[in-house]
């Protein structure tokens, strides 16, 4: 009996650790998110670089249409940034329409369609004419001066560059929880990390990027992931990655729970992927070079969804409470850490988001979409068990805005 008892508590303090990290993570850089300011470079532009902007897109016609003629609309001069749609099993009715535009349509067939081989196909073919490439979705629409605004944190001396990906659409559910979340991401992963030190955490699209850099990277690259095999290797590199929190990209956020099952799912296996296959070297990268801000790239790819940890710390603490409370000793002997320890926890994680999340969410509709996060939650738990193999294929997301247009700027906000 003594052993069983003794196994049982190793495990929950295991869990219990775990958890104390996750938590001590997410609350320390929000923390530090609090004290976020954009830096910007002088008055004074030495360098006005040319940009490549490509916009992969699988199966897109509903949308790219509109997105690329929204790209066009940069204040940056016209000789000096390109839009590129990388055309993966369009119409040929959207192919005429794009070509009809001002821009450069490069059209890919794949056996199996990635994003990381439109990327890698496209650059091939449209030479290295440019200083930055930029990557947004085929639902990605961009404020005027974020081209600008990259350009600065360029002169700054930054090669890779995050720009603030925010929600286009908020007409939904699962809409508002889905821009909700990404907020707190940008605060946590991307405002706190800049305050301490750290790179800011890669999305996928809103980026900028030495073209170079991204070419030669991104040829190395054949995964799902491609924007987290990316951001770990330059920052293995010693290359620190700048966050733009004024540089505003629209993205439509998911409307329906098969598609956040979907979503999640994909995100969740590749960053456990990652964790695995880079731990043993940041590590060694840590206590060799000094390399932190690698390191800290890797844990943050066992962080478990901020929704997941709530709910966990929540059901946990409800049932350590219920046990210590109506139970009797014979049966609340098997549970530790106590009520006040999780408690604890639940309070700090609590604390992180609250810090983390912008004052326009702070109405009603976000209240009544708060009403959803249990079935969030479930979902999530359905995402972790259906995670085997999501991090080999291409799983995609599809889109409906087809006319949307950017809501008012969220600058400031």
């Known amino acids: 009996m003594e052993i069983i008892l003794l196994l049982i508590h190793l495990i929950e303090y295991v869990l219990f650790a775990y958890l104390v990290l996750a938590t001590a993570y997410i609350f320390i850089y929000a923390t530090a998110g609090l004290f976020y300011k954009q830096v910007r470079a002088g008055s004074t532009i030495s360098k006005l670089r040319k940009f490549a902007v490509?916009?992969?897109?699988?199966?897109?016609?509903?949308?790219?249409?509109n997105v690329a003629k929204q790209a066009l609309k940069q204040n940056y001069p016209k000789d000096l940034y390109e839009v590129i749609v990388i055309a993966d099993h369009f119409s040929k009715?959207?192919?005429?329409q794009l070509n009809s535009l001002p821009i450069r349509v490069i059209e890919v067939v794949f056996e199996v369609s990635k994003k990381s081989k439109a990327l890698n196909k496209c650059m091939d073919v449209i030479g290295d004419n440019y200083d930055i490439a930029f990557i947004l979705d085929a639902d990605n629409i961009m404020e005027p001066d974020v081209l600008s605004i990259i350009?600065?944190?360029f002169e700054r001396g930054f090669l890779a560059v995050q720009g603030h990906r925010t929600a286009l659409n908020l007409n939904a559910s699962f809409a508002i929880l889905d821009g909700m979340s990404e907020e707190i991401n940008n605060h946590i992963f991307r405002?706190?990390?800049?305050?301490?030190?750290?790179s800011s955490a890669l999305i996928g699209s809103g980026m900028g990027l030495d073209y170079q850099l991204f070419k030669t990277t991104m040829a190395t690259v054949d995964s799902v992931g491609e924007d987290k095999e990316v951001e770990l290797k330059i920052i293995r590199r010693g290359i620190k990655i700048e966050y733009a929190d004024d540089a505003i990209i629209y993205d439509e956020k998911t409307q329906k729970s098969d598609v956040f099952v979907n979503q999640r799912r994909r995100w969740i296996a590749a960053q456990?992927?990652?964790f695995k296959s880079h731990f043993f070297d940041g590590l060694s990268q840590l206590l060799t070079k000094g390399n932190l801000d690698y390191f800290d790239k890797v844990l943050q790819m066992i962080q478990p969804p901020r929704i997941l940890l709530t709910g966990v710390l929540f059901i946990v603490t409800v049932f350590i409470a219920a046990v210590q409370w109506l139970a009797p000793a014979s049966v609340s002997q098997f549970f530790v850490p106590g009520i006040f320890a999780w408690l604890l926890l639940l309070a700090f994680t609590v604390l992180a988001l609250l810090f983390s999340i912008p004052k326009k969410f702070y109405?009603?509709?976000?209240?009544?979409?708060?009403?959803r996060v249990p079935q969030g939650f479930i979902l999530m738990v359905i995402s972790l068990l259906k995670i085997k193999g999501a991090s080999k294929k291409f799983l995609h997301t599809s889109h409906g805005h087809a006319d949307s247009s950017p809501p008012s700027s969220n600058k400031g906000q």
Do not use: C, F, W
Not at 54 to 65: S, T
Not at 93 to 96: D, K, N, Y
């Open 191 to 198: 405002k706190g990390h800049r305050v301490l030190g750290m």
């Open 54 to 65: 490509l916009i992969p897109g699988y199966k897109e016609d509903a949308v790219i249409v």
């Open 363 to 371: 109405n009603q509709r976000t209240y009544r979409a708060l009403l």
């Open 151 to 153: 350009n600065s944190a």
């Open 93 to 96: 009715e959207t192919i005429a």
């Open 272 to 274: 456990l992927d990652y």
